[in-house]
């Protein structure tokens, strides 16, 4: 003769079962295919005007994926992101430089260099750097016409 189990010897197996199964799962972060976020290093300004200025940065690790686009966060805020003002200089690895043009005389900005990939955009640390001051007109200038 067949016995059929009882209903709490059924629960108490799906319960196990269950447990059984989701132990067994192997749960990953993050997907391989996507790399890591990439790696930047923002130069320090150079060719500093009352207008302009140059900076830059270079890729020190791609994250495993190709570079999709690099430039600099910039503006007159420290920690300037994706809400700043953005210069853009190309795709791949390695080094680039970016000639920052515009700027007011005598101000200070701050600029992180970035780097996107299929994981996300990698940020730099910041500089900062201020343009120089317009010369002074001799005499005073015009006082009165």
Not at 102 to 127: H, K, S
Request: hydrophobic share 35%; aromatic share 6%.
């Amino acid at each position: 003769m067949k016995t059929i189990p009882s209903l709490p010897t059924l629960a108490l197996c799906m319960i196990l079962m269950s447990a059984l199964m989701l132990v067994s799962c192997d749960v990953k972060d993050s997907d391989p295919d996507l790399g890591t976020l990439p790696e930047v290093t923002t130069f320090a300004p150079g060719n500093i005007t009352t207008h302009s200025a140059e900076s830059g940065g270079v890729i020190t690790n791609e994250g495993g994926t190709n570079i999709t686009l690099r430039g600099l966060y910039w503006g007159t805020e420290p920690e300037p992101d994706q809400n700043a003002n953005t210069s853009t200089e190309g795709i791949g690895g390695g080094m680039f430089v970016i000639q920052l043009s515009g700027l007011e005389p005598n101000r200070t900005y701050y600029a992180r260099a970035f780097a996107r990939n299929t994981a996300g955009i990698g940020i730099g640390n910041e500089v900062s750097f201020t343009t120089l001051a317009l010369p002074a007109v001799p005499g005073g200038g015009v006082t009165d016409i």
